[in-house]
């Protein structure tokens, strides 16, 4: 299993980004979706995440810090989740991390750059 961010970058506060994350082998269909971050100084944190669920039964669920302002989706015509990230601020600023994980088995990403500044 591989997963691929990107749209990773600079942006300045109040912007917005996209971040996406390409899975291999149809992984999306049988793992649950995950975003994390870490900056630096920090432990990773949970960021947003997509159960496997379909119609009613599909959660997502939030960091405090970031609802109402971002969105885990999938694509599944493309096996791509994404995270769009609206009203960024500098404690934005983070290396995201794309996950699929189901159990105690843990797929990750390699990480994508995401820094707020003026």
């Known amino acids: 299993v591989q997963l691929v961010e990107s749209g990773g970058g600079l942006v300045q506060p109040g912007g917005s980004l996209r971040l996406s994350c390409a899975g291999s082998?149809?992984?999306?269909?049988?793992?649950?979706l995950a975003w994390y971050r870490q900056a630096p100084g920090n432990q990773r944190e949970l960021v947003a995440e997509?159960?496997?669920?379909?119609?009613?039964?599909?959660?997502?669920t939030y960091a405090e810090s970031v609802k109402g302002r971002f969105t885990i989706s999938r694509e599944e015509s493309n096996d791509i989740v994404s995270l769009q990230m609206h009203d960024l601020t500098p404690e934005d600023t983070a290396v995201y991390y794309c996950?699929?994980?189901?159990?105690?088995?843990?797929?990750w990403g390699q990480g994508t750059q995401v820094t707020v500044a003026s």
């Open positions: 082998g149809r992984v999306f269909s049988f793992y649950n």
């Open positions: 996950n699929a994980h189901v159990g105690d088995i843990h797929y």
């Open positions: 997509r159960n496997t669920g379909v119609g009613s039964r599909q959660t997502k």
